[in-house]
């Protein structure tokens, strides 16, 4: 599984300069209308991906499972969705709401997804 645990540990180290990036705007410039757009990249982007990738360090290297591939992918998608959704919400376009409602059931779905691949992976 080491392929994914590198593809989630390059991945988080990208989503984490983005998001720091997004933070230190926020300083610089006083307007911390972004806070939430900043708060979700960080935590679903940054810490939630490094913890999947040190997870998959963890495991035999063996080819990654259909659903760890479907986790991989809802992970990017739902992640994006959120953050662009939020960003345009909190920036007034409030319209973009169901985006971001889509993008929080997909996540959440996502977590679940992980939650089966974790208990398989640890199960005696
Ligand atoms: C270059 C680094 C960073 C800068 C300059 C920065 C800057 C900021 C700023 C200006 C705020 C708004 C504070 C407020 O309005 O009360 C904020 C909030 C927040 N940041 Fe960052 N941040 C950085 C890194 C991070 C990282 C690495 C994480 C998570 C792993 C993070 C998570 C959060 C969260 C969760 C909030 C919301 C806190 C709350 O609810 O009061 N930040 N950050
Ligand atoms: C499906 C995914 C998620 C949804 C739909 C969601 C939703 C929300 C909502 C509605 C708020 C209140 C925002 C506000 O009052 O302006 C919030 C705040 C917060 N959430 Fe989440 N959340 C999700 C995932 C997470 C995760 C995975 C973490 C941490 C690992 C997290 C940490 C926080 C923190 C620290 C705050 C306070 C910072 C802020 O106000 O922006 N959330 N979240």
Redesign the pocket.
Known sequence: MNALSTHFLRAATIY?VI??AL??Y??ASGD?SQ?PT??HL??LG??SMAIYGLFYRGLPSEPASKLMVAHKWLAHISLIALTCGLAAMFAGHYAVEPVVGLASIIALINMAIFSVIVFKATKA
């Open positions: 984490a998001g720091m933070g230190n926020m300083g911390h806070m900043h708060a960080l935590l940054w810490v």
